[in-house]
């Protein structure tokens, strides 16, 4: 028996263990630079960023779901972004990773926003397949632009600059 509940700040520890298991998974195991404490500010801080569901079963949470709100400005409602999406490797196969996008599914609908999106890693197969088999399509016509590290400074440094 599974149980999907919102994360409370226990859950902090066990999350972002799951998040450097995530990372690993995603073939960046040092790319991690989150805390405990960043972490739990953003969850449970004075202007909660994020939210996060977990998956219990075994006594034991053995999934994640790390989300936030987008803005279709066309449809003019929000949606549901899904940062990550993870299971641990030994709890796969028993549909713990459906239920934790149903549930969020559930959110987004009972709230009336008009859809939930997320990236996946080209190379991820397994995890495309999944995500059609649910119905879900690949944005194919829209690319993904990242701004990080000396790029974002140069950019944010124009902001002082006459227009």
Not at 37 to 44: R, V
Not at 121 to 140: C, D, H, K, M, V
Request: avoid cysteine; charged fraction near 20%.
């Amino acid at each position: 028996m599974s149980l999907i509940r919102a994360a409370e700040p226990a859950d902090v520890p066990v999350i972002l263990q799951l998040i450097h298991d995530l990372a690993v998974y995603e073939r960046e195991p040092d790319a991690v630079r989150n805390t405990a404490d960043a972490l739990h500010d953003a969850l449970f801080g004075d202007r909660p960023t994020i939210y996060a569901h977990v998956l219990e079963a075994d006594e034991d949470i053995q999934g994640f779901a790390l989300w936030f709100l987008n803005y279709s400005t066309w449809e003019g409602v929000n949606g549901v972004y899904l940062e990550d999406l993870y299971v641990r490797p030994e709890a796969r196969g028993a549909g713990h990773g459906k239920a934790l996008l149903a549930h969020l599914a559930s959110i987004a609908a009972e709230r009336g926003y008009a859809r939930m999106e997320w990236s996946v890693l080209n190379w991820n197969e397994p995890s495309i397949r999944f995500y059609e088999s649910l119905g879900a399509t690949n944005q194919t016509e829209w690319s993904t632009f990242r701004l990080t590290g000396d790029a974002l400074a140069d950019v944010a440094a124009l902001a002082g600059s006459p227009a």
